[in-house]
């Protein structure tokens, strides 16, 4: 069970201000831009754009706001041109870290990036230093109060999932890239909520944090994911349940 993604379970129960709402919106409209650049306008025929799509109504961005980013992509109304940058570094315990951006100043964010890591208790590395830890992976998180397991397992694994794991309060779902939209779908057809779907780089070797280094290591991520080029952000920490909990009434 990822450690990163019980804590964004977490963090997705807190009230989103309106400024939150604003910056995430604003970067989902980066993700799709940069989808319908790669990949073309038409969602039928580009994953990458679908994804962003479906993500971008989940957090209940207006339809105008995704079909201009849409547009921008394929060309059709004036926009900035955003590069795509791997951050790879350390955080508090040896917790390997990868960042992911879309950038429109390298010579920007690059600076950036590295005195968030500096300033947090991190170190910012050499180009593959930590990304040969990481796969691609369909991620998918329900909330065990809205599904038995035996239930979950069965769908997802009939699906080509590859393994579903369990926590406290979760259930994670994995599978290759591949198969990750046809688990979505067919958990959402089955009518069970679903709390995150996403493409995620995921490690096989995690790092067991203790509540002090877990405390370090969640204000580094934050301080990145806040980070306004910032798509997302990947680490191979693992937090206990426990920890979790002492962490979640601390803030």
Not at 18 to 41: E, N, Q, Y
Not at 85 to 102: K, S, W
Request: with cysteine; charged share 30%.
């Amino acid at each position: 069970m990822s450690g990163h993604s019980k804590w964004s379970t977490i963090k997705h129960k807190k009230a989103a201000t309106d400024a939150k709402r604003s910056k995430t919106w604003s970067k989902m409209s980066r993700d799709i831009t940069v989808a319908a650049r790669v990949g073309g306008g038409d969602p039928s025929s580009n994953p990458r754009l679908r994804l962003a799509i479906d993500k971008a109504r989940g957090a209940n961005m207006p339809k105008d706001n995704i079909d201009k980013a849409i547009k921008k992509g394929t060309g059709d109304l004036e926009g900035v041109a955003y590069e795509e940058i791997l951050y790879e570094g350390y955080g508090p315990g040896g917790v390997a870290v990868m960042v992911q951006a879309l950038t429109d100043n390298r010579s920007r964010t690059a600076p950036e990036i590295k005195k968030i890591f500096e300033r947090k208790n991190g170190n910012l590395g050499a180009t593959n230093c930590v990304a040969w830890m990481f796969q691609q992976k369909g991620v998918i998180v329900v909330a065990r109060a809205d599904v038995e397991e035996d239930q979950l397992i069965e769908i997802a694994i009939d699906n080509g999932a590859e393994d579903v794991t369990t926590s406290e309060q979760i259930y994670e779902v994995t599978s290759d890239p591949s198969s990750f939209e046809s688990v979505r779908d067919a958990i959402r057809t089955a009518e069970i909520p679903i709390q995150s779907a996403d493409l995620s780089m995921v490690s096989e070797n995690s790092v067991a944090l203790d509540a002090e280094a877990a405390r370090k290591v969640l204000v580094l991520v934050e301080a990145l994911e806040d980070h306004d080029d910032v798509q997302s952000v990947a680490t191979n920490f693992d937090i206990s349940d426990e920890v979790l909990a002492q962490l979640a009434a601390d803030r």
